[in-house]
């Protein structure tokens, strides 16, 4: 389909219909909870990253003719779209000592953003003598099936190929190709991904075992599904965090929300906390103002990175004013300590970038992760509600989730006691304090299916680029994960040459 | 869509299309094998089956409502089939002692056929209190998506829903929801499947570990796709099962195909192979006559179980002769003795299957084993030639076959360097005068990825019913598999109660 200016008024519209179910919040019993991606929103929001420059000068953009549909074999099954991947062969050993290839498998988003934040790959291709792919997602970024985003976001019909096994399908053909290409057949390959990317990695190297050696899965949150991790596991993990870094601050916040509820009940209490909250519009509803205070705390926890531990910088401001009896003055100063200085905070003109929407559509598929608010945490009890969420995404797509798939399809209820005996080669990485690691893998399940935490980490803070200032703990992990991977490689290698001596 | 006389013609006329490039060769470079399948042609065709009674009277049907498409998200894909699945309670020891159950995964036939030969679940369910599950694969028998066969099988539309993927996702919910309802969450799975079954069982368990504890896959070619194993493998089997049998023999049929050729070039010439082999009409073409006479022995080779050992009754009658120069007199007197006493011999009208046509689609989209004739058989040389397999497959049905899909997906190269250190708890077993036993896995993988085989075995006998005639390697090689079978069920049981403890 041509562009044309009618269409753009649709496509504007759906993203908007799509937008207002997932990110606002207004669903019942669906945690506003930020995307799971291994940094806080894009390169340019966060001031967490150094530079929006890539990891390295040495990348190289290529495009395979992916096929839209490896599972059924209709006339349409076979159309292809050209699918982006980056490479750097700087450190290359080469194929003929079956040097190795460390593959990020993107996750939900462009694969541009990862170029400038996953730093393990380059930060430690010189270890490995390890060349680099990076490989964007399917409906991200430049990797668009139907020729425009205009067209593959049109409706179930054309999202009805945007699915995990796709994907991962997607992944293992690039990579094989690549090993084609390269003449490296017995290359070993070591996959990385970030967040929803490292559910993929993880699921990837336990489907395809002949297509990559092992897999890097850190902040992978593959036992948040059809019910392995209590509901409320996420919330209780972000009061756990505020709570540990200030009780009064926990308080605070805890008993800020009635407060809230109690001014927009009276007349004008909108308009008194549009005022407060020196919001951008006025407020129409205090779920407006709840929603987001929610996502924020929810995103600093995520992210509560070193050096900034934004955590740690809202509860500063919110403990730190003077006005001990002005709660929602408290709570607002957190607002301002965490989004910076601003014209107004709340209810700002959102940039709804495609990856928003494309991951709307993930969660309404297969993604459906039950987070809900349970008792006792800083939040209002808030239960997840499968029945709404399935009717909001009907209403937004016309297709019900299949909130079974992850489980029925990858497995996840009794982890050790199946995996104990079967797989090997993947290293569950985790920072306790994101608040997804509480559906992460956090025990060793066999000898080379091992968790690597640390009590002080936040969500994928492992993979991102080394920096001067990074605290000893995470030193530490890193250069685990990187000891594990070379004996892995070192085992391998000696399992090659046996069985090529064999022959 | 309703029945209807004009739609039964169409349907006739591209069963026998489909025929016509499948089952009488006359596409160059494809060998004219018998289908994968546990036993040859029908019960009713076979003198080898002990009766037409299922293998037990303690069976019951069900119908699982089973999705068309579990990969994508399409509106379509939500359509749902009947799929039969039959039980048999008798031996069960109960889901509060996780009482195994062993699950048949049907492959390219209608389950009924599988409940009256397949006895390795019944002979076994006492030795295992186990319950039994025997599962239809779908498009095959009574578990026809698009409410009928017409319709099924109308073209690559509605036949592209069948493929291997799918239906092993079919068998994983299935058993899941057996579980479920038994409420058997920590009952050990035990899936079995014959020949593309026996694959389907070696896959199922390595993509899914969490839905069986562990497969018995015999006689399952899995290495035979995509160059892993040579083309002429299967057919340099053929020829040593018959030289083994008899070098006179074999020399006699080695030599039979130029004498035909000679006589055929002939004016005349069909007319008197026709009046010497008896054909039910004439021949029009000497490829028809020499085509049936490759399948024969082929089927020969695969079916060559005891008490009657077809290949020996060929050979028999071959050598047994007087007339010591009538090659072709001797061909036939082999023909005559392997199909019995009837009033003509070749080219005899066909009654073609649904399952025929069916296995049709499947050897045409993804199941392509490129099985060709090598020099130094005792056929006539005729390698296989993927371009025309193509052609012909997109002539037929409008869509490629995919010959590289199955490496891709299962894996398949360098499988001990992969599965040594990943998956455990398969046994593949295989009789090496199976022509097919070259595709299959011959050495063990690990210390629980184990291969069973016998020297005088052939295709999938180790599974069929047991007889009081078993030869002792038989007998054997049944016992070892349900030892092995045992001690891994036994090691289940021991991490689940180590499990249970601990939580």
Known sequence: MKYSPEFSVQWLQFMVMVLLISFTGTVSGWFNIPRLSPTRGTIIENPDLQSFAPVSDD??????????????YQPQSYATFQQRYVMNFKHWGGANGSAP????????ALIDNDLAIIGFLNDNAIHFNATLVYIEHRYYGKSIPFGSSEEAFKNASTMGYFTSAQAIEDYAEIIMHIKKKLRAFYSPVIVIGGSYGRMLASWLRLKYPHVALGALASSAPILYFNKITPSGAYVSVIT????????????????????????????????????????????QDSSELKN??????????QYNHPPRYPV???????DGTNEKKDILGKIFAGVAAYRGNRSCYINQPTNV?????????????EMVMPIGIGKNTMFQADPFDLNSYTKECMRSYGVPPRPHWVTSHYGGHDIKLILQIFGSNIIFSNGLRDPYSRGGVLENISDSILAVHTVEGSHCLDILREKESDPEWLVKQREMEVKIIKERIAHYHADLKASLIKQ
């Open 59 to 72: 990348l190289r953009t290529f495009y395979y003719p992916q096929t839209l549909d490896h599972f059924n």
């Open 101 to 108: 290839i460390l593959a990020y498998l993107g996750a939900e």
């Open 240 to 283: 756990k965090d505020f709570r540990e870094a200030s009780e009064t601050c926990y308080q605070t916040i805890r008993s800020s929300w009635s407060i809230i509820d109690k001014i927009a009940s009276r007349s004008n209490g909108l308009s008194t906390l549009s005022s407060k909250f020196k919001t951008c519009k006025t407020l």
């Open 292 to 301: 987001e205070l929610e996502n924020m705390y929810a995103e600093a926890a």
């Open 312 to 318: 740690n910088m809202i509860c500063g401001a919110i």
């Open 353 to 365: 970038s495609e990856a928003d929407v494309a991951w709307s559509w993930q969660i309404c598929s």
